[in-house]
């Protein structure tokens, strides 16, 4: 009689039901070239990603972009599996349904269990396609730290340098819109008060910084299940300082790093989750007389086109590398078999080197 | 409009002597494909104001293209030819805002997923072009010389990581009146063989004391001109509706007169107003508007000796603090600035190699007041290290 009230306890059931796989996907920096990076003569620049992470991960060393290289309408294209073609300057949403909206309808999660951290004011619908199948209220919600740092300051000096744009839209005002919401924001989701986002906002360098912060704070406080961070310092690139550029991409190491940790560390992630880490794009080739190499992503030549991902964690090899070459809209159908979900407009195939 | 529909009346806004070379052309300009014809008159709608040997190389271009038979001058563009335009694209005015439509037709042929056909048939275009055309040669090997590090004192790291491995490294140069001495050798070939914008000095900061032979272009020199853009991206990005690319399209139809610039030399002028208004981050950050001056050297007035001298930039800052173009209190950064100058260094080294006459051109990369420099050319083995010391002058008498 024991044994049967212990299988019936609560507790043991709690115990015994495994955690929801959860996914973090970090968009590696606003374009970063291999040679920059995991050539060898690039080595130098991501020594966390070379060190910790490449160790425990899958590596692809061959995805490549087919579609429109500018960062907005790249990454919706990775969210969403088809090479979107909306205007990369204008702030719309992807045509097609994003992963973040098929998870939530097919597998009927809440709003609250898909966000994405995006740097930049053109990213702000991102998170949900005007597809007709979905409709709206059905995708991921957006937090963009620089309009939650731009309401609790009003504006502050001290802040500024967190709020740079990119400079491939430099002249983008954010739409503040009072601040109210983002105020609420900070307080129901992320639990943070004014006071305590500004003093830590102190202690921070840059935007992707910012980001990062958030981030970690959103995995605390919801802990969603699909969680998509994009990172936008790498692309200081477009202003020509090459020191620059390749000071976002050690900064963008370090903080991957750090989100690792993070989802190491933080009990409902640890064991149950893969993260993705890839960049949207590479940068023009210096070999190309049509670009200024490094400078921009306007040749559509092969360096700019192609680029890697690792994934590591729950389900993923350690230490696997794959030099067959994969498309950037094959990871939603991927995610899609990792998570249970259908892409049913994804154009991408499954990475069966990951399930 | 389609190519085939041109009229010489069509070219009535065209500056004098480009109204007389495209309507002298006419004929041949029916017959291009519109996904191009536009990139060609891009390049003769300011032809009164381009450099000599641009000019030189459109009427080479145009001459070649009217020697073709009907079908010949079709192969040559069959690929362009293929590539899809949309009907708002051909009601455009590409003929009087040729750049325009080719900024336009860049964001389509994305957009339709045409960008890598087109860049193929570009290519095939180009290389028919280059087999045809014999390349104009220097008149004596070019010369290139770009100088980093200036403020730098103590520095650890290797340097010219990039070059070292197609020329000389020097560790021991000498380096008290290194830059004199490389003035005194630019501007001795530029009495020994006048050139119209022949040899050029370009100083990311403050040009020095040097010779009105040299063609000269500075970052300190743009100050007035940056400053009154500055004030213009400003007021114009307050306007609503305005984006970036709208922004672009502004500040390409800019004139060396709204920037208050009048050196007396239109030709130069303009030059200026394109490395302010078509550069990004030129009017910002002195290491990106030296390497990008030195590229656009390079690439239009073909020098037979340019020195470029990088200059610290300022720390990097929100970028609407950039753009304030606010000069109080400005921050430098010389080390990120020499990191910056050695990857100019390589691009430069790198577009030099790219015009006509490379085996034979030169090309010096100095770290300023040390010892360090690399040597690339003819009578330079490659790879090598020496530690001898010298003068930065006899070094550049051993490289030819």
Same mark, same amino acid.
């Given at each position: 009689?024991?044994?049967?009230?212990?299988?019936?306890?609560?507790?043991?059931?709690?115990?015994?039901?495994?955690?929801?796989?959860?996914?973090?996907?970090?968009?590696?920096?606003?374009?970063? $070239?291999?040679?920059?990076?995991?050539?060898?003569?690039?080595?130098?620049?991501?020594?966390?990603?070379?060190?910790?992470?490449?160790?425990?991960?899958?590596?692809?060393?061959?995805?490549?972009?087919?579609?429109?290289?500018?960062?907005?309408?790249?990454?919706?294209?990775?969210?969403?599996?088809?090479?979107?073609?909306?205007? #990369?300057?204008?702030?719309?949403?992807?045509?097609?349904?994003?992963?973040?909206?098929?998870?939530?309808?097919?597998?009927?999660?809440?709003?609250?269990?898909?966000?994405?951290?995006?740097?930049?004011?053109?990213?702000?619908?991102?998170?949900?396609?005007?597809?007709?199948?979905?409709?709206?209220?059905?995708?991921?919600?957006?937090?963009?730290?620089?309009?939650? *740092?731009?309401?609790?300051?009003?504006?502050?000096?001290?802040?500024?340098?967190?709020?740079?744009? #990119?400079?491939?839209?430099?002249?983008?005002?954010?739409?503040?819109?009072?601040?109210?919401?983002?105020?609420?924001?900070?307080?129901?989701?992320?639990?943070?008060?004014?006071?305590?986002?500004?003093?830590?906002?102190?202690?921070?360098?840059?935007?992707?910084?910012?980001?990062?912060?958030?981030? $970690?704070?959103?995995?605390?406080?919801?802990?969603?299940?699909?969680?998509?961070?994009?990172?936008?310092?790498?692309?200081?690139?477009?202003?020509?300082?090459?020191?620059?550029?390749?000071?976002?991409?050690?900064?963008?190491?370090?903080?991957?790093?750090?989100?690792?940790?993070?989802?190491?560390?933080?009990?409902?992630?640890?064991? #149950?989750?893969?993260?993705?880490?890839?960049?949207?794009?590479?940068?023009?080739?210096?070999?190309?007389?049509?670009?200024?190499?490094?400078?921009?992503?306007?040749?559509?030549?092969?360096?700019?086109?192609?680029?890697?991902?690792?994934?590591?964690?729950?389900?993923?090899?350690?230490?696997?590398?794959?030099?067959?070459? !994969?498309?950037?809209?094959?990871?939603?159908?991927?995610? %899609?078999?990792?998570?249970?979900?259908?892409?049913?407009?994804?154009?991408?195939?499954?990475?069966?080197?990951?399930? | 409009?389609?190519?085939?529909?041109?009229?010489?009346?069509?070219?009535?806004?065209?500056?004098?002597?480009?109204?007389?070379?495209?309507?002298?052309?006419?004929?041949?300009?029916? $017959?291009?494909?519109?996904?191009?014809?536009?990139?060609?008159?891009?390049?003769?709608?300011?032809?009164?104001? $381009?450099?000599?040997?641009?000019?030189?190389? !459109?009427?080479?271009?145009?001459?070649?293209?009217?020697?073709?038979?009907?079908?010949?001058?079709?192969?040559?563009?069959?690929?362009?030819?293929?590539?899809?335009?949309?009907?708002?694209?051909?009601?455009?005015?590409?003929?009087?805002?040729?750049?325009?439509?080719?900024?336009?037709?860049?964001?389509?042929?994305?957009?339709?997923?045409?960008?890598?056909?087109?860049?193929?048939?570009?290519?095939?275009?180009?290389?028919? *072009?280059?087999?045809?055309?014999?390349?104009?040669?220097?008149?004596?090997?070019?010369?290139?010389?770009?100088?980093?590090?200036?403020?730098?004192? !103590?520095?650890?790291?290797?340097?010219?990581?990039?070059?070292?491995?197609?020329?000389?490294?020097?560790?021991?140069?000498?380096?008290?009146?290194?830059?004199?001495?490389?003035?005194?050798? !630019?501007?001795?070939?530029?009495?020994?063989?006048?050139?119209?914008?022949?040899?050029?000095?370009?100083?990311?900061?403050?040009?020095?004391?040097?010779?009105?032979?040299?063609?000269?272009?500075?970052?300190?020199?743009?100050?007035?001109?940056?400053?009154?853009?500055?004030?213009?991206?400003?007021?114009?990005?307050?306007?609503?509706?305005?984006?970036?690319?709208?922004?672009?399209?502004?500040?390409?139809?800019?004139?060396?007169?709204?920037?208050?610039?009048?050196?007396?030399?239109?030709?130069?002028?303009?030059?200026?107003?394109?490395?302010?208004?078509? %550069?990004?981050?030129?009017?910002?950050?002195?290491?990106?508007?030296?390497?990008?001056?030195?590229?656009?050297?390079?690439?239009?007035?073909?020098?037979?000796?340019?020195?470029?001298?990088?200059?610290?930039?300022?720390?990097?800052?929100?970028?609407?603090?950039?753009?304030?173009?606010?000069?109080?209190?400005?921050?430098?950064?010389?080390?990120?600035?020499?990191?910056?100058?050695?990857?100019?260094?390589?691009?430069?080294?790198?577009?030099?190699?790219?015009?006509?006459?490379?085996?034979?051109?030169?090309?010096?990369?100095?770290?300023? #007041?040390?010892?360090?420099?690399?040597?690339?050319?003819?009578?330079?083995?490659?790879?090598?290290?020496?530690?001898?010391?010298?003068?930065?002058?006899?070094?550049?008498?051993?490289?030819?």
């Amino acid at each position: 009689m024991g044994g049967t009230l212990l299988r019936s306890s609560g507790l043991v059931r709690a115990a015994t039901v495994p955690k929801r796989k959860k996914v973090v996907v970090i968009t590696f920096g606003g374009g970063a $070239r291999d040679q920059e990076t995991f050539a060898a003569e690039g080595q130098e620049n991501i020594p966390h990603l070379m060190k910790d992470l490449i160790p425990q991960s899958t590596f692809f060393t061959q995805v490549v972009n087919r579609g429109i290289l500018g960062h907005y309408v790249a990454t919706a294209s990775l969210a969403t599996g088809v090479y979107e073609t909306v205007n #990369n300057f204008a702030s719309l949403p992807p045509e097609h349904p994003t992963a973040f909206e098929y998870f939530r309808k097919d597998l009927k999660r809440p709003a609250s269990d898909a966000w994405v951290v995006a740097p930049s004011n053109g990213f702000n619908r991102i998170g949900e396609s005007n597809h007709r199948s979905y409709g709206s209220g059905l995708g991921a919600r957006v937090l963009l730290p620089k309009h939650l *740092l731009t309401a609790a300051t009003s504006g502050g000096r001290d802040f500024e340098h967190l709020l740079r744009d #990119n400079y491939e839209t430099p002249f983008y005002a954010p739409e503040l819109g009072g601040g109210e919401i983002e105020l609420e924001q900070l307080e129901q989701i992320l639990k943070l008060s004014v006071d305590e986002f500004k003093k830590k906002a102190l202690t921070l360098s840059s935007p992707d910084e910012l980001s990062v912060y958030i981030a $970690r704070q959103l995995m605390k406080q919801m802990a969603p299940s699909i969680l998509w961070i994009t990172m936008h310092d790498i692309d200081i690139a477009h202003a020509g300082a090459y020191s620059l550029y390749i000071e976002g991409i050690r900064r963008t190491d370090r903080l991957c790093a750090d989100l690792w940790k993070t989802i190491q560390s933080e009990p409902e992630y640890a064991g #149950n989750t893969t993260l993705f880490i890839l960049p949207d794009f590479g940068r023009d080739s210096d070999d190309d007389s049509g670009g200024n190499g490094f400078q921009h992503h306007r040749t559509g030549d092969a360096l700019s086109r192609t680029t890697w991902m690792m994934a590591m964690g729950a389900g993923v090899r350690e230490g696997a590398v794959f030099d067959r070459p !994969v498309e950037t809209i094959d990871l939603v159908p991927t995610l %899609g078999s990792m998570l249970g979900f259908t892409a049913s407009f994804a154009r991408g195939k499954p990475m069966a080197e990951l399930l | 409009m389609r190519p085939p529909e041109l009229k010489p009346e069509h070219f009535n806004g065209y500056l004098p002597e480009a109204r007389k070379l495209v309507v002298g052309y006419i004929g041949t300009l029916r $017959r291009l494909p519109l996904s191009f014809l536009p990139s060609l008159l891009r390049e003769v709608v300011d032809y009164d104001f $381009r450099f000599p040997v641009e000019r030189r190389a !459109v009427e080479r271009e145009l001459a070649t293209l009217s020697s073709l038979s009907a079908d010949a001058l079709d192969m040559w563009c069959k690929e362009l030819a293929q590539i899809q335009i949309s009907p708002k694209l051909e009601s455009f005015d590409w003929i009087n805002a040729p750049a325009q439509f080719v900024e336009q037709l860049s964001a389509y042929l994305w957009t339709t997923h045409q960008l890598d056909a087109f860049r193929e048939a570009a290519v095939q275009y180009s290389s028919r *072009l280059q087999a045809a055309v014999s390349a104009e040669q220097p008149p004596v090997p070019r010369l290139g010389i770009t100088v980093v590090g200036q403020g730098v004192g !103590v520095y650890e790291e290797a340097v010219f990581r990039k070059l070292r491995p197609h020329g000389a490294y020097f560790s021991r140069i000498k380096p008290d009146g290194g830059l004199e001495q490389l003035l005194n050798v !630019v501007t001795a070939r530029a009495k020994a063989h006048p050139v119209a914008y022949g040899h050029w000095y370009v100083d990311g900061g403050k040009a020095v004391a040097h010779d009105s032979v040299l063609t000269c272009v500075s970052y300190d020199g743009l100050e007035p001109a940056r400053a009154t853009l500055l004030r213009s991206i400003r007021s114009e990005t307050e306007r609503p509706g305005m984006g970036p690319e709208a922004l672009r399209s502004l500040m390409a139809r800019l004139r060396p007169s709204d920037l208050g610039l009048g050196t007396g030399d239109e030709v130069l002028d303009r030059f200026q107003v394109k490395i302010l208004t078509e %550069g990004s981050g030129t009017q910002i950050f002195s290491t990106t508007f030296a390497q990008w001056t030195a590229r656009e050297v390079l690439r239009r007035a073909q020098p037979v000796t340019m020195l470029v001298r990088f200059a610290p930039r300022q720390r990097q800052k929100p970028m609407n603090e950039l753009l304030s173009g606010n000069s109080d209190h400005v921050d430098f950064d010389p080390v990120g600035s020499l990191v910056d100058g050695e990857m100019g260094a390589y691009y430069n080294w790198l577009n030099q190699e790219r015009l006509p006459g490379a085996e034979e051109s030169s090309f010096l990369v100095w770290f300023e #007041n040390h010892g360090d420099a690399v040597a690339v050319g003819p009578g330079m083995a490659r790879g090598t290290v020496s530690s001898t010391a010298a003068d930065i002058g006899q070094v550049i008498s051993w490289m030819s």
